[in-house]
């Protein structure tokens, strides 16, 4: 509420987020898409009976005088004058001792409260400065497709759908497509949903989650980690200056913002498997790092950070090799702490031969990717690429328990209600 409504009448709609009855005096917290007001009903007005009816979560409209009351939440109360009842709700079951496993069997209930209202506030404006980000920089959004016909990060991980007499999958990132279209426009990005059957039950997986990814023609490793280092900064100082009111209903600790600057570190996983060795982990080359020691290793640096130069055996079948060292490819993860991997992104194989011999080794069939290899036959050049998880993103910002928190609906391994 501004300060320019004190002394104005006002009608306002909404529900009954708080009520507290007292002798003479009824406060109701009335909880709308901007946030909650106090309304309050003295006994002996038109209003006191209405307001008597109103239960948790009943939706109403109230006609009231604006005051500035300092005790009040936000600073400002409504007295009211009249109070009509729209819908009267039934006993809502959510109170304060609920277990996180309830919320989410209730997740179209729990979705009205203020913390998942600030947080869907936060996602919307992070889409909209990622979007502008790219906008800014000449990127062209591009809309992939959701049906594909073969695997993009390995078929273990595919969701398999019935299409009329034919099967295809839940696409598992753009990236195949994207390789496409810069042939046609060199930058291009997306914000959409991606599909992954992966077993997993940490604090950062979902079945169904959002990608933002880049694509860039006449590009290599480099470029795309200097972009994704710009895209954190952008939004970390964005958010901190544009979603005060939201950080601070979600108790935020904002000491993290000032952990983001640039340049990145950037370790070698090599030098990576080193540092984990010391602190007892006992990995050998060739393994891909898990959540646990990412974990260690970003509580180690502090701070956003790079992981690059990884063994092939551990990446896509479409990482570019290192010219001096076959074993490795040219790909990277940006990792911040608590969360691990935000965004993974690599060089792709611009050479026909090379991919070809690459999806041989994997036991996969060139059939499926023809049109693929087709890129290196028409004018292949090098060209890079990255993708970057929006929940992951949302609960390393916003100081989330899961991911499960950062979007509306949760999809997980044993969750697919409400």
Not at 62 to 74: N, S, T, Y
Not at 168 to 190: C, G, M, N, R
Request: net charge positive; aromatic share 12%.
């Amino acid at each position: 509420m501004s300060p320019k409504f004190v002394g104005k009448e006002v009608t306002l709609r909404g529900w009954v987020y708080r009520k507290r009855e007292q002798k003479d005096i009824i406060f109701i917290l009335l909880r709308d898409s901007e946030g909650v007001i106090q309304i309050t009903v003295r006994k002996g007005t038109k209003p006191f009976k209405e307001a008597e009816k109103l239960s948790i979560e009943s939706s109403f409209i109230v006609r009231g005088v604006v005051k500035e009351d300092k005790r009040a939440p936000g600073g400002f109360e409504l007295e009211a004058k009249e109070i009509k009842i729209i819908h009267l709700a039934e006993r809502f079951p959510i109170t304060r001792d609920v277990s996180k496993s309830f919320l989410l069997d209730v997740r179209h209930l729990w979705i009205r409260s203020r913390k998942m209202n600030s947080i869907l506030k936060v996602r919307s404006k992070v889409m909209k400065y990622i979007r502008e980000f790219f906008d800014k920089r000449g990127f062209v959004e591009i809309s992939p497709p959701m049906f594909v016909s073969g695997a993009c990060e390995g078929g273990a991980t595919l969701f398999e759908v019935k299409y009329f007499d034919d099967k295809v999958y839940l696409t598992q990132s753009w990236q195949l497509y994207a390789e496409a279209v810069i042939f046609s426009i060199d930058k291009i990005y997306t914000i959409a949903p991606s599909f992954r059957a992966e077993k997993s039950r940490t604090i950062r997986h979902l079945t169904e989650y959002w990608h933002a990814e880049a694509e860039m023609a006449f590009a290599d490793l480099d470029d795309v980690m200097k972009l994704e280092e710009d895209l954190l900064c952008e939004i970390c100082k964005r958010v901190k200056k544009e979603c005060k009111e939201e950080l601070e209903i979600l108790k935020v600790d904002l000491t993290k913002f000032k952990k983001v600057k640039k340049p990145f570190p950037r370790l070698k996983y090599e030098e990576v498997l080193e540092r984990l060795r010391k602190k007892g982990f006992k990995m050998k080359f060739g393994e891909d790092l898990g959540y646990d020691e990412e974990k260690a290793i970003a509580a180690e640096i502090g701070g956003p950070f790079f992981i690059y130069a990884y063994p092939k055996e551990t990446r896509a079948f479409y990482c570019k090799a290192y010219e001096d060292n076959k074993e490795l490819v040219k790909a990277v993860d940006l990792l911040v702490p608590r969360i691990g991997e935000l965004a993974s992104g690599s060089e792709r194989i611009d050479d026909k031969e090379e991919l070809i011999r690459r999806i041989k080794e994997l036991k996969m069939d060139p059939k499926q990717y023809e049109w693929y290899i087709d890129l290196r036959r028409y004018g292949s050049v090098p060209h890079a690429g990255f993708g970057l998880g929006i929940e992951r993103l949302l609960a390393w910002l916003l100081d989330l328990e899961s991911v499960q928190d950062a979007i509306p609906f949760p999809r997980t391994l044993t969750r697919t209600y409400p």
